[in-house]
């Protein structure tokens, strides 16, 4: 292989998900790319650092400071959802399910890892709740043992701070048959049952 493409299949891999044969499919489909092409995925990737940093009120990716949800008046500033990474945030508002605020707490507790309270954006959700008007907090961390350590420890130090938290649900994903779902699975639907009206 030549270097140039050597260089680029291993940056390939450096991607989550992608092994070695889907880094040198890639990099021969850019390969194959006008050169023109090939310079604008360039450019966009050494823009990203340049253009885009963290948002200083919710801690998500952005180009401006604050970001368009926070700065957004239509938004409701009283109802903040609580979210591992950025790419919740993309997620959530794909969905378009949900009208409040972001927080973003880059990251999970995972104390074999030494990532504890300290090293997340805790200290900042805590100093918005004393500083901004929020009657609720939705804790929507992911239902892995990371995450759910993670929502019933905020769950805690929200409720210290006085306001109502709330956690998303769990459990039986849409068009699933119920004989297919896990244990784990079931157990958290079950959980999490809400009434029919």
Same mark, same amino acid.
């Given at each position: ?6 260089? @680029?299949?291993?940056? !390939?891999?450096?991607?989550? +998900? $992608? =092994? ?7 990099? &021969? ?75 973003? @707490?880059?990251?999970? !507790?995972?104390?074999?890892? +030494? $990532? =504890? ?7 900042? &959700? ?72």
């Amino acid at each position: 292989m030549p270097p140039a493409l050597e260089r @680029l299949v291993n940056n !390939l891999m450096r991607l989550p +998900g $992608i =092994g070695e044969k889907s880094a040198t499919r890639l990099a &021969l489909q850019i390969l194959r790319w006008p050169s023109a092409q090939a310079r604008e995925l360039a450019d966009s990737i050494a823009m990203l650092h340049d253009c885009i940093g963290l948002c200083s009120r919710c801690f998500t990716f952005s180009e401006k400071d604050p970001c368009s949800v926070c700065s957004d008046p239509k938004r409701d500033s009283s109802v903040i959802c609580v979210v591992e990474e950025p790419g919740d945030v993309l997620a959530m508002e794909k969905a378009g399910c949900f009208n409040g605020i972001y927080h973003v @707490l880059q990251g999970v !507790l995972a104390p074999m890892d +030494g $990532i =504890g309270p300290e090293q997340l954006k805790i200290k900042e &959700l805590l100093k918005r709740l004393e500083t901004e008007e929020i009657d609720e907090v939705i804790i929507a961390t992911s239902s892995t043992a990371s995450g759910e350590a993670t929502a019933s420890y905020l769950s805690q130090v929200i409720s210290e701070a006085g306001v109502k938290a709330s956690r998303i649900a769990c459990g039986i994903p849409m068009g699933t048959d119920l004989k297919y779902a896990d244990q784990l699975t079931l157990k958290k639907a079950m959980e999490f049952r809400t009434n029919i009206s």
